[in-house]
Nanobody, 124 residues
Framework: QVQLVESGGGLVQAGGSLRLSCAASGRTFNSYAMGWFRQAPEKEREFVAA????????YYTDSVKGRFTISRDNAGNTVHLQMNSLKPEVTAGYYCAAKGGTSWYTIQLQYDYWGPGTQVTVSS
C-alpha cells in the first residue's frame, strides 16, 4: 500500500510558477507510475500529467504541454509537478495518484492510491 501527501500549493499571480510535490510512503514507490490530476469547482476531475515508473516517459494533457513538467525522485519517494506561466483557468485542487501496471496513464480510474490534494489558486 502507498500513502501520498501533496504539498506546494498556494496563491500565485498569473504568469507565476509553483512547484507541487507529492511524498509517498512505502518501499515500493518505484513500482508505481505516478500521475497528477486536478479538479476545479463544479467540474470533473481531469488528468494533468503522468510519469512512468522509471521516470523515462511522461504524459501531459495538451493544455499544459510546454508549461508543466512532471518529474520523480525514486530514491526520495517523491514526484513533482513544476508549473510555469500559470493562468487563472488552472485554479483547482491538485491530486497526486499512484498506479500499478504499464498502460492507461491518463485514466484516473486506473489509479489505485490518491493523496488528499493541494489547492492551487491563480489570480488574474
Amino acid at each position: 500500500q502507498v500513502q501520498l501527501v501533496e504539498s506546494g500549493g498556494g496563491l500565485v499571480q498569473a504568469g507565476g510558477s509553483l512547484r507541487l510535490s507529492c511524498a509517498a510512503s512505502g518501499r515500493t514507490f518505484n513500482s508505481y507510475a505516478m500521475g497528477w490530476f486536478r479538479q476545479a469547482p463544479e467540474k470533473e476531475r481531469e488528468f494533468v500529467a503522468a510519469i512512468r515508473r522509471s521516470g523515462g516517459v511522461t504524459y501531459y494533457t495538451d493544455s499544459v504541454k510546454g508549461r508543466f513538467t512532471i518529474s520523480r525522485d525514486n530514491a526520495g519517494n517523491t514526484v513533482h509537478l513544476q508549473m510555469n506561466s500559470l493562468k487563472p483557468e488552472v485554479t483547482a485542487g491538485y491530486y497526486c495518484a499512484a498506479k500499478g501496471g504499464t498502460s492507461w496513464y491518463t485514466i484516473q480510474l486506473q489509479y489505485d492510491y490518491w493523496g488528499p490534494g493541494t489547492q492551487v489558486t491563480v489570480s488574474s
